[in-house]
C-alpha cells in the first residue's frame, strides 16, 4: 500500500499559475504510473493528467493540453503538477493517485487503473 500526500493548492486569479505536489511513500514509487485528478462540487472526479513509471510518457485531458505539466522524481519519491494560465473553470480539489499494477507500458488513461489516493488540495482560481 502506498500513502500519498499532496500539497500546493490554494487561491490564485485566473491566469496565474500553481505547482501541486504529491510526497509517495509505503512501497516503491518508481515501479508504479502516478496521476493528477481533479473533483469540482457536484461533478464526477475527472483525470487531469498521468505520467509512466519511467517518466517516459504522459497523458493529458484536453482541458489540461498546453497549460499544465506532469513530471515525476523517482529519487524524491514525488509527481508534480505545474499548472499555468489558471482558469475558474480550474478550480476543484485536486488528487493524486497511485496505479494499481507495477511497471504499466505507457500512462494510463483510465480512472480505474488507479486504486490509492491522497486527500486531496483544493485549488481555486477567482475570476
Known amino acids: 500500500q502506498v500513502q500519498l500526500v499532496e500539497s500546493g493548492g490554494g487561491l490564485v486569479q485566473a491566469g496565474g499559475s500553481l505547482r501541486l505536489s504529491c510526497a509517495a511513500s509505503?512501497?516503491?514509487?518508481?515501479?508504479?504510473?502516478m496521476g493528477w485528478f481533479r473533483q469540482a462540487p457536484g461533478k464526477e472526479r475527472e483525470i487531469v493528467a498521468t505520467?509512466?513509471?519511467?517518466?517516459?510518457?504522459?497523458y493529458y485531458a484536453d482541458s489540461a493540453k498546453g497549460r499544465f505539466t506532469i513530471s515525476r522524481d523517482n529519487a524524491k519519491n514525488t509527481v508534480s503538477l505545474q499548472m499555468n494560465s489558471l482558469k475558474p473553470e480550474d478550480t476543484a480539489v485536486y488528487y493524486c493517485?497511485?496505479?494499481?499494477?507495477?511497471?504499466?507500458?505507457?500512462?494510463?488513461?483510465?480512472?480505474?487503473?488507479?486504486?490509492?489516493w491522497g486527500q486531496g488540495t483544493q485549488v481555486t482560481v477567482s475570476s
Open positions: 493517485a497511485a496505479d494499481r499494477s507495477p511497471l504499466r507500458g505507457g500512462a494510463s488513461r483510465a480512472r480505474a487503473d488507479f486504486g490509492s
Open positions: 509505503g512501497r516503491t514509487f518508481s515501479r508504479f504510473g
Open positions: 505520467i509512466s513509471w519511467s517518466g517516459g510518457s504522459t
